[in-house]
């Protein structure tokens, strides 16, 4: 597979399905990288040691790399704690200006997800020692192959998580607390976001759930129970929910429990999307003693327990 050079596009923040500022971490025909790319690709071509052969732009000479270092393109490419794209962001590359960073390599993992931007598509993800420690899709390289030349692949196509794993639902909440360049997903009732889900409070969570686009609203969450039941405030467990279900649009809410604070269980951890303010996580009080009583705990179903 060659990769084309593409024209240039505008920076822009997260795509879709749970990338965390950088790549869209979509099938074949999503983007990846935080979005778009500021500038067009070089035309790479390696010879058949474990070396990286690059022209310098604008210039007839002819540079020589290690294996293990190598040239990007683009703008805004995240940099995740795992190799799953639904991991949190560590860091990012090419922050400001493309191609401004080059990357070191040490292993690479074949993660079975296919991600692209244009013509270039990869189910590698490399990991990376520098400029940012962590997982980079290797879509952002700019070299011709699909994978990393001369780097080790460690393990084989990665078994995806489950699809009601309570760690993939957290992971995907914590990707729009910096899926809008670095920052969080602004809060809207109207709008939806690059993942197609509504950047309100029922949307974040319908796409931390990985419910179909745009997202159900709060009423279904707590009503439907083929998507979630009832359960006591004691059973709450990481990515259960706590549901305001009573009035209107402007009074019902819903946020994602993620852990206890204490021992005496008077406050906890939560994942939400509020007015004002957009993606948070913060400590709340909502359904406990003392705190608003309309908020009543649930159990997505699919999580089977």
């Known amino acids: 597979m060659l990769r084309k050079v593409l024209p240039a596009v505008a920076a822009a923040g997260i795509g879709v399905a749970g990338f965390a500022g950088l790549a869209h971490g979509g099938e074949a025909s999503d983007a990846t990288a935080g979005g778009g790319h500021a500038a067009a690709r070089t035309t790479l071509s390696r010879d058949s040691t474990a070396t990286v052969t690059t022209r310098a732009a604008g210039t007839g000479s002819l540079r020589e790399a290690a294996a293990a270092d190598f040239p990007t393109w683009g703008t805004r490419w995240v940099v995740h ?5 639904n991991s949190p962001s560590v860091g990012m590359i090419n922050k400001s200006a493309p191609g401004q960073d080059r990357i070191t390599a ?3 993992v074949d ?3 296919k991600v692209c931007e244009g013509s270039a598509c990869s189910t590698f993800m490399a990991h990376i020692t520098g400029p940012v420690t962590g997982f980079l899709s ?3 390289v700019d070299i011709p192959e699909d994978r990393l030349p001369g780097i080790p692949v460690k393990g084989g196509p990665q078994p995806p998580q489950p699809g009601g794993s309570r760690q993939e639902m957290l992971n995907r909440a914590a990707t729009w607390l910096t899926a809008n360049n670095g920052a969080q997903v602004p809060y809207s009732q109207a709008e939806v976001w690059k993942d197609g889900y509504r950047q309100d409070c029922s949307g974040y969570v319908s ?3 990985g419910l179909p686009t745009p997202g159900t609203n709060t009423v279904g969450l707590a009503t439907n129970r083929a998507l979630t039941r009832p359960i006591s405030v004691g059973e709450l467990a990481p990515g259960d929910l706590l549901i305001d279900a009573a009035g209107d649009n402007n009074t019902r809410h819903v946020v994602i429990f993620e852990k206890w604070n204490n ?3 008077s406050s906890y951890t939560a994942y939400e999307q509020r007015g004002g303010h957009g993606t948070d996580h913060r400590t709340l009080t909502y359904g ?3 705190g ?3 908020f009543k705990p649930y159990r997505p179903v699919k999580f089977g327990d």
Not at 81 to 85: P, S, W
């Open 263 to 265: 021992d005496a269980h």
């Open 292 to 294: 608003d009583a309309e």
């Open 111 to 113: 993660t079975g997800h």
């Open 288 to 290: 406990l003693p003392g």
């Open 138 to 140: 290797v879509v952002a």
């Open 81 to 85: 704690a795992t190799a799953d794209i």
């Open 106 to 108: 040490d292993y690479q």
């Open 207 to 209: 796409m931390a759930l």
